[in-house]
């Protein structure tokens, strides 16, 4: 039965039969005997009439069979449809014709870098980015630290004081690239945050950083602070894994665009870190990235390396991606701060690939000013990533929260840590205006990142080589891309439609507000905001005893479109008002 399960599944993504590898003879698969009242009961009371159609249809022309009326009314039987005799017979040419372009895209080689020949925006109609002049950068004031006795008493800290550090060169950016190498190699084996180390990248930068410093050419904040990048941004010279077995020894000729941008900023790459298998959890194949607060449970995903690292002081910064939760999940789960940016602020230009609609960029770090610093430097078009729109980003760390609009979903707030964020809003000047989350079924709108993620990864399923993925359950992606190829074009097509009506309630809910504020989990606004693509910021926000240990949770701040400046001023704000992130974990070791 197994090798009948494996061979059902390869007919069904459309692999002719003898390239299955398959040893149960064609004549043998077909003599299996189906409860087909049953099989057509259980999917027709699913909805998945319209959905089963074209697979049943293609599934039995990949077992050799002609294209026929006959073929045609099995299938429509099968799928719960209903054609007559004449409808049938017309169909007959264009299936074939169907069936001639199917067989001629596969012979294609698509790379999973080709975006398709549309591009979505989270701007409606009439909608314009706010065309105010872009502002010089406000710092907060960065308290004058003693010399560190040591350079391993600076792992923890932000990059706003590391920085000056390196720029008044007390410490030199070759000190810290060793030391935090030191502390990835100790405390990796425990994380398994780490898929592979950048040392002979990192020492060079490091020395040329520090010569330049001397020479009085100081690049800005980032100029020699060491950072690690979730492993689907390509690095030339090194893997690039996405997190995955069966691309485990994958490389690229060029480095991401995210990736040049921060060589040009100075900063240092000193690692590629762990996502789960092509962005999904915290599991890869070297093992589940750990909470570093709580080495028992895993990290969260997919951003799972960068969001352990960072809070366990192994970098200074790191770079996440977020489709579905990436970025705000882990960060919660390990107590750091992160920002997911407006969809199209940052390019994905060298970056894996799971929706092209959906997917977004964005710091992990250990403060709200270090995610604004970093935003900064990755932001603006590269002329490569068409999703990619310029707007104005005038950071203002000095801007009071009284003086911005700031709403909070009131059903969502149940806990006292929760309602405490609103008193302390409230004691820094802040107006907070009651408001509820649009009602809509956002989860309708998950065929879009079904879709587009099985075409993204459409020849990893048609090979087979899905199998060597380390997870194979339900809700692990083989399971989740196998599936995904029975939705219709059409609906797929209705769901972005239901997402403009999705977009259109966030767009009246957002008119009169400019900032959110959420409890992270609990409701359904983690799923609404990365499909209308508005930005949000994660910050830790106090501690949850579980089995006997504190482990992190987290307040989020949503903002409007291309807003990414109020959004960051009002959780900075708040952030400073607050220290849970200065609090750091104790890494127990073997």
Known sequence: MAEYAKTQRKIRTGIPLQQTGAR??????????????AFMGYFSGMGLGSTLFPGVLWGQVATGQEITTETIACAEEIAGLDFTAEERDMMVDDLKQQRE???????????????????FSPLLPGMEIVAEPERPMVRARTPVMATPGSVEDLAFLPVTALSELVRRREVTSLELTKMYLSRLRKYDPVLHAVVTLTEERALPQAREADAEIAAGRYRGPLHGIPWGAKDLLAVAGYPTTWGATPYKDQTFDEDAEVVKRLDAAGAVLIAKLSLGALASGDVWFG???RNPWNTEQGSSGSSAGP?????????????????LGSISSPSTRNGVTGLRPTYGRVPRTGAMTLSWTMDKLGPMCRSVEDCALVFDAIRGVDGLDLS????PFSWDATLKPGRVRIAFFEDAFERETDFATLDVLRSLGATLVPVGIPEFDYGAMR????AESAAAFDELTRSGRDELLVRQDENAWPNGFRASRFIPAVEYVNANRARTLAMQKWAELMADVEVIV???SGSSQLVATNFTGHPAVILP????????????????FLGNLYGEDKVLSVAHAYQGATDFHLRYPEIQLP
């Not at 372009?101 to 080689?109: D, F, K, Q």
């Not at 926000?541 to 240990?549: K, L, M, S």
């Open 287 to 289: 093992g589940k990235t």
């Open 307 to 323: 969001g352990s690292a960072t809070a366990a002081g192994l970098v200074g910064f790191s770079i996440g991606s977020e489709t």
């Open 388 to 391: 990619v729109r310029n707007a």
């Open 518 to 520: 959420t409890p992270t």
């Open 447 to 450: 065929l879009i990142l079904g």
């Open 541 to 556: 926000n106090g501690f949850r005893e579980e089995d006997g240990i504190e482990t992190p949770v987290s307040i989020t």
């Open 24 to 37: 149960m003879s064609e004549e043998k698969l077909l003599a299996v005997p189906h409860d087909r009242r």
């Open 101 to 119: 372009r199917i067989a001629a895209l596969r012979e294609i080689p698509i790379p999973n870098s080709v975006a398709p020949a549309f591009h």
